[in-house]
């Protein structure tokens, strides 16, 4: 019985990651991953078997993961954030089919929370998580689930908000989420390379995001209506406020 | 200049604590938080001070911590889960008047990520998190999130489901969800004790899930059109199957 390990890493700092998935790349033979993220867990584990593929060639990656388990090798699939959001969890889960491969999920901080604490708390209350990339997934779906946390009023994480074929695509997104009632003024903010050299932020509100130029590192959140600025951070209250007559 | 440090500890277990979390604590003079989770880090910090609030204290214990931090102790107020994610970091940042107390947000493993762990990969896609409490949002409020999260196709996790007072909340919640859209037989899934002794999952359809009783301990995931139970996961495809025809 080997092991296979889907591993979330968090941002990528040593410091975010939790021991539960130290101790999994410590217990493995070899580590796989897409090659930024291997670059991540490189100088830790500089020993160890690594094998790499860019991006896109997930299918190839998680494949050859299951096969090395297979072959009696205990592996670490690494994944950005959570191994679970958007990370290779599901596809390995999919494509398992040797039952003498056990594997386990090891979850991580994803961007939403991570970046989440740079800008303050900006997802407090009822939140989504929506990727703005249509490589897998149908714009029509993306566009429909970002009117409904618009209309739910819901604070919103947009990951993968530009990319050099979707300059445009923040920008659309705005759009759709102020037609289907979020208000221009609402808070917002971005940051970029979350934990990592670089890291920076700012506080804007919704007009204003429609407006900016942001990257494929950065993570960009939206507002409810009662998400505020105070004192340079991003707020979104709970409710004690109304509860308890809080300031 | 103090710190005061709001932390997420993640479900509990140290093996799913992020250094930053453990760093911020071994800096602090006091700990502070709501009596369980003080529970939680008692064994590993027997010797630090601590401030504990039970349940509803949170403006006493978030006041109390700010007190602290401003008489120039450092100060590390813990959180299950993520600091922000229903968290303190909120309360705290819209409490805070002192320019002398530098404040730090340390993400943790909300329940979200930790539960979607045991279960597999049930928020691969796009999801929601919403909380069924009514304690501080109306109930209104509440319903038409999940009737949006459920019009979008959202993955959803649903954070307490229950308690004493409101024991038929999640039956109300999935009647809403199967009214807005989500099919009877979609895959859905609960974990209980996440990362602690007596953890326990199950998975089941959103028709069964509207007959079972849950605790508030409990996490509930709601899966989306695409979710499906393989080999004993709840599993959330991200897409890879259809875009390159694997399985």
Redesign the interface.
């Known amino acids: 019985m080997s092991k296979l390990y889907v591993v ?1 890493l ?1 941002p990528g700092a ?7 998935a130290r ?1 999994a790349m410590e217990a493995a033979d070899v580590l796989c991953g897409y090659t930024a993220y291997i670059k991540l867990v490189e100088d830790l584990y500089p020993e160890k078997e690594k094998f790499a593929t860019p991006m896109m060639g ?2 190839e990656r998680c494949k050859k993961a299951l096969e090395l388990a297979s072959s009696g090798k205990n592996v670490a699939m690494v994944c950005s954030g ?6 290779m ?3 390995i ?4 089919e040797d039952p003498e491969v056990e ?1 386990s ?6 961007a939403a ?2 970046g ?3 800008l ?12 703005l990339s249509d ?3 149908d714009w029509a ?2 566009e ?2 970002l ?3 618009a ?4 604070g919103v994480a947009l990951y993968n908000p530009s990319s050099k074929k979707r300059h445009d695509y923040l920008q659309k997104a705005c759009d759709i989420m102020m037609e289907a009632g979020k208000a221009p003024e609402t808070v917002c903010g971005w940051v970029r390379n979350i934990g990592r050299e670089g890291e920076c932020c700012r506080i804007l509100t919704l007009a204003e995001l429609r407006e900016e130029q942001v990257d494929m590192f950065t993570t960009v959140f939206i507002g409810n209506s009662k998400t505020r600025e ?2 340079g ?1 991003m ?10 007559g ?2």
């Open positions: 979330g968090g040593p410091a975010l990651m939790t021991a539960q101790e997930e299918v959570d191994a679970g959001v958007y990370g969890a599901g596809l889960l999919e494509l398992a594997i999920v090891v979850a991580g901080v994803t929370l991570s989440g604490a740079v303050g708390a900006p997802l407090t209350h009822d939140f989504c998580v929506i990727s490589l897998m997934t779906l993306i429909k689930r009117r409904c946390a209309m739910g009023d819901f105070i004192n951070r707020v979104t209250p709970r409710g004690y406020g109304e509860k308890y809080v300031k």
